[in-house]
């Protein structure tokens, strides 16, 4: 949250770039504290592999969630309704992207 806040001090838009590229980096870190129940900081170095390990997937998500976010936001209704629905996709895109990480050490295995 602290570079977010000095983004948003220095002008909008850097704040607004560094809370997306967190976004994305960090986006399985909240589901992966309740599913595999992993620490904050595991969580957060897991989420990093993730998203580093699946970067145009990660990126597509993190772009329909803000969408549908911004969407249900127009409406004070919409965002009960929206948020619920970002947290299953991200839920549900987990298993995606655990399997897309261990098939990716499997190869590392047989190559070495």
């Known amino acids: 949250m602290i570079p977010i806040f000095i983004g948003f001090l220095l002008l909008v ?3 607004i770039i560094i809370s997306i ?3 994305i980096i960090f986006l399985y870190a909240l589901p992966l504290m309740v599913v595999k129940n992993a620490g904050a900081i595991d969580s957060l170095k897991e989420s ?11 990126i597509v998500l993190v772009v329909v969630a803000m969408v549908l976010n911004a969407i249900g936001s127009a ?3 919409g965002t009960i309704l929206t948020l619920p629905f970002t947290m299953l996709m991200i839920v549900l895109a987990l298993p995606m992207v655990t399997s897309t990480i261990s ?3 499997k ?3 047989t190559e070495a």
Do not use: H, L, S, Y
């Not at 990093?48 to 990660?58: G, H, L, R, V, W």
């Open 13 to 15: 838009i850097p704040g």
């Open 21 to 23: 590229v967190f976004a």
């Open 48 to 58: 990093f592999e993730m998203a580093k390990a699946n970067p145009q997937d990660t």
């Open 75 to 77: 409406i004070w209704i």
């Open 103 to 105: 098939e990716m050490k």
């Open 107 to 109: 190869e590392n295995v």
